[in-house]
């Protein structure tokens, strides 16, 4: 007992005397983080100071706080935007045929083009004094995921001038001048914009392009100015092949010193007219077939004027920053509206078609091989839509995001595949014929693209989320970092013990509330409601602990190396995901007012997230590379094992009753697949029929019973057997007409397309 007090006063003076602590702690480890932090580049830093710390900072704390959670505010539509969704966004659902824009045409009719410019689709995000519609993100997610839901080719094409390029450059960082020249005709159509950033050697290394901008003097409008010869060779650019106006992204270099001394200025953008001397906008790519406008562009020693730069001379060698804070809201918009609305699309699709088609004399939807698929449809639309809804509102909120925005990026785009494919699965047949009938095929030709574009999902999720997640959002290591690279060394170890010391009860904590919440299955951690969706938040709650304990090992133990052990990163970078993405769930639950009909989607998402976030966890520790510290994360995080599952089969079977009906809990969770009246195509077939066989179930149930008697022949439902009930008098003929009615509509809507010749 006396060794235990002596131990314990040791252990105080340690760690309680300032100077002691100083001396014999955080000095060594001060020593050992110089070596072994992570350099940050400058690309790297400036990608960090570009973002701002929102939930994922929560989620990386080790104790969120829910409370912030929900008293986000509700982003809603506005008076404006819903008359557009409901007004020239049903309109141009009317106009759109998918199957001859992308399979005849190869492109949107001229009429289509024109309703969009004389609409101003392209000016959501331009304000209202230039000519702008100046929507909200959540505004603009909507309208691009409505029109996603009839037609890609069209939603891209509405998507880019509204992401990243000339319009969203110019209304952040543009001079009055330039606002004032380009802004009016980029809202109205006159001007098509496409923004070249991507390269054949630098792709998703986006700071790696070697297109070049040499500070020199030249002509211009017959004077000679100072400006840039430019050189560059750029691919895969959307709209490049009808834009009238080119926004250039290049590396800014002055070997003669024109500008001052600093010879390698960094990169620059610029806004190049397409009509201007030496701008080549080249041939059209073929990205999978779709019909949206993709190309090339190059140019050699074109000249352009300094004041051509975005924002003017002073921005020169600031468009890095400038791009990534943009791609860092673009990221949360665009692509998550397209993953969304295949989410929505599948999930109403599905569900009808789980009700109109038959094997072996029962509706598809009754075999539980189908329902575990349409389990994971629903579940994984439900994860969407409340994650497209969480990351647009803090993008309306003036929130910069970068982590969360990566995370929706490569988990949306891929939740949206694997919703596509699940469909395809259930659909068969139907589903790979393409034709005018065909709802699926175009949907799943076109899921690479999403996972390619904007940063590739490999890169997005190995090098991006946990790669700035860790030093962004932990509480601690980016001012660690920053205090170990103070000059003043003195004033550095100073710094440095406060954030240590700090840092260490933040790791004991940590450490202790996962070992407690393992043992215990969290029943002790807080949650901010009661009822049926409290364990939720207590998992969330001992996972986060996990997250930050585990970080805090990984950095300890890599260091800088951390990096290059990508496995490592990207499995520590899902757990922080899948936190992100069950938040969303449960924020969504309580936006939506704790809808009864809606727990079988929540339960099914927020415990598959957690056991994917689980797994994650496991991974990571039986592939640390350091095994004492490996076995430590173990005893703390799962002693007893990992006990996370995924969702019981009973959830998932709620869930499929819960979409396999008409209802408002199928309404909710589809509601961006907006049938317009007058739409006829392949969706309004399929969920026609649907609506009529449920309509007529009860009728259905009476030929079924009737067979079962006797009174019929067992044989599939058909015009034949229905013209017996009616001779057998188990239905009348106004009874048989509604059911040959229904069973018309369901004729047509399991029919494929076929052609005489191709």
């Known amino acids: 007992m006396t060794l235990l007090i002596l131990i314990i006063i040791a252990v105080l003076v340690v760690f309680g005397v300032t100077d002691i602590r100083r001396q014999f702690i955080s000095k060594p480890i001060f020593g050992f983080f110089r070596k072994v932090l992570p350099p940050l580049s400058q690309t790297e830093r400036e990608a960090m100071e570009a973002g701002t710390v929102w939930w994922d900072g929560e989620l990386f704390s080790g104790r969120p706080d829910w409370q912030q959670l929900h008293s986000m505010p509700m982003g809603e539509l506005s008076g404006e935007e819903r008359a557009f969704l409901d007004n020239q966004v049903d309109t141009l659902l009317l106009m759109l045929d998918d199957h001859h824009v992308v399979q005849e045409q190869k492109d949107l009719p ?139 992204a290049f590396k800014m270099r002055d070997p003669d010193g024109l500008l001052g001394d600093t010879k390698e200025i960094g990169i620059t953008c610029a806004l190049i007219p397409a009509s201007h001397p030496g701008v080549e906008l080249g041939n059209r790519h073929n990205p999978l077939n779709m019909a949206f406008m993709n190309g090339t562009t190059r140019g050699e020693d074109v000249f352009i004027p300094m004041e051509w730069i975005i924002g003017g001379p002073d921005y020169a060698g600031r468009g890095w920053r400038m791009l990534v804070e943009c791609l860092s809201a673009g990221r949360g918009i665009s692509l998550p509206a397209l993953a969304t609305a295949a989410g929505h699309v599948a999930t109403r699709t599905t569900s009808a078609y789980c009700g109109v088609r038959q094997q ?50 490569y988990h949306m785009t891929e939740l949206g595949r694997s919703i596509v494919n699940d469909a395809m699965d259930i659909h068969g047949g139907k589903g790979i014929q393409l034709g005018p009938k065909n709802y699926l095929g175009n949907m799943y030709l076109a899921q690479p693209v999403s996972i ?25 290591v980016l001012s660690e970092m920053e205090a170990v690279a103070m000059e003043d060394k003195d004033q550095a170890l100073k710094v440095f013990d406060g954030l240590l010391l700090s840092h260490m009860l933040y790791g004991a904590r940590n450490g202790l509330n996962s070992l407690v919440g393992a043992l215990t299955g969290a029943r002790l951690n807080s949650a901010p409601v009661a009822g049926e969706t409290a364990r939720h938040y207590r998992n969330l709650s001992r996972l986060s602990a996990n997250l930050a304990l585990m970080s805090d090992l990984a950095m300890a133990a890599l260091g800088g190396g951390l990096k290059q052990k990508e496995m490592i990163s990207a499995r520590l970078g899902d757990v922080l995901s899948q936190l992100y993405l069950a938040s969303a769930a449960l924020r969504h639950f309580e936006s939506e007012g704790r809808q009864h009909g809606d727990l079988p989607l929540l339960h099914y998402s927020v415990e598959k997230c957690c056991y994917e976030a689980a797994k994650a966890m496991e991974e990571v520790i039986r592939n640390f590379p350091n095994r004492p ?21 009973d959830t998932a079977k709620a869930v499929c009753e819960a979409v396999s009906k008409p209802g408002v809990v199928r309404e909710r969770i589809t509601h961006l697949c907006h049938m317009p009246e007058g739409l006829e195509d392949g969706i309004s077939e399929v969920e026609k029929a649907f609506l009529a066989l449920h309509e007529q179930a009860p009728l259905m149930k009476t030929l079924k019973q009737a067979m079962r008697s006797g009174a019929l022949p067992k044989q599939a439902i058909s015009p034949a057997l229905i013209a017996k009930a009616v001779e057998a008098e188990v239905l009348t003929e106004s009874q048989s007409e509604s059911l040959l009615s229904a069973w018309t509509l369901r004729t047509a809507a399991i029919h494929v397309d076929e052609f005489a010749t191709l």
């Not at 009754?366 to 647009?392: D, H, P």
């Not at 390619?452 to 601690?476: D, K, S, W």
């Open 110 to 248: 001229q009429p289509v083009w024109d309703y969009l410019k004389q609409e101003r689709f392209f000016s959501m995000i331009i304000p209202k004094t230039y000519g702008g519609l100046d929507f909200s993100a959540l505004g603009a997610s909507t309208i691009v995921a409505r029109i996603a839901s009839r037609s890609l080719t069209a939603a891209i094409t509405v998507m880019v001038p509204n992401s990243l390029g000339p319009g969203e450059l110019l209304a952040h960082y543009g001079t009055e001048e330039q606002k004032q020249r380009w802004l009016p005709g980029l809202a109205d159509g006159t001007e098509v914009p496409c923004f070249a950033l991507t390269g054949p050697e630098a792709g998703s290394d986006a700071g790696a392009i070697p297109d070049s901008g040499v500070v020199c003097m030249g002509e211009h409008d017959g004077k000679e100015v100072l400006g840039l010869r430019l050189n560059w060779d750029k691919r895969y650019i959307t709209l490049a092949p009808v834009a009238t106006v080119l926004g250039l």
């Open 360 to 409: 072996f004399g029962v509706n598809i939807g009754q075999f539980e091989g189908v329902q575990e698929a349409m389990a994971r449809i629903a579940g994984n639309t439900y994860l969407l839509e409340a994650a497209r809804k969480m990351t647009v509102g803090a993008i309306d909120m003036n929130q910069k995001p970068s982590v969360v925005t990566a995370i929706a990026k």
């Open 452 to 476: 390619t574009v904007e940063g590739a999902n490999i890169l997005t999720r190995n090098l991006m989320i946990f790669g700035q997640g860790a030093t962004r959002c932990h509480p601690y």
């Open 629 to 649: 510290l490996g076995w430590l994360a173990k005893a703390l995080i799962f002693p007893i094992g990992n006990h996370f599952h995924m969702p019981s089969d």
